[in-house]
């Protein structure tokens, strides 16, 4: 093959390349994107025995542009029991996930707030007859140690890690369909171990047990 034609062939490839990352990249939304107050019927003022209440130095991601792009709508709550036992309660909806917009995983937003991750186990759990492939992490920073239960559904798949996102992401792109995406995290800094994952395991339970139809959809997927 003579030189020229070698890079036209290589020119044409590039190009169509181009195109179909192009195509790829257009956020398309695949759901009706959910508003505050469809998050607010997954986290009322209460639950079971758990009432809201105002608690200090929730974990954010850095605010930004980007953030404001990636979420439809958050609601962050703090909860206590009638024990007096607490916890932190944050879901964020994204109705576009692409490979520029993404959830933020806890365990990119905690390391960039200060904390140390010091374990990361995979669990499931089982909430609105659905078994829910989820995560519990531990981070310390300073003084401060939480225990974080977190699941993340992209479309109607619940990917553990970044790269199983991405994989879901890519799959909905070639069935025509941009996937949207939730985040549920809940956390606790009064207990450690198993006590502070039955605690969070109670909590979901008790929410997943309450909500309405239309805000399990959202969690827990069709």
Known sequence: MKEFDRRQMLLGLALTAGAGLTWISRPERRAVAASAANL????PDRIGTWQ????P??????ASNLENAIYDAQVMKGYR???GQS???LIAYGSIQNYSLQLHRPEVCYPSSGFTITSLTDIAITLAGRAIPARIMVAQRGNRKETVLFWTRVADAFPRSQW???RQI???FFSGKLSDGVIVRLSTTEFEGEAAIA???KFASDAAATMPSSAARLLFGN
């Open 40 to 43: 607010a019927e997954a986290a």
């Open 52 to 55: 809201s209440v105002t608690l």
């Open 57 to 62: 130095d929730f974990v954010l991601p850095v």
């Open 81 to 83: 029991n009638a024990g």
């Open 87 to 89: 916890l932190y309660c």
């Open 164 to 166: 199983e996102v991405r």
């Open 170 to 172: 890519f799959k909905g």
């Open 199 to 201: 605690q969070l395991r």
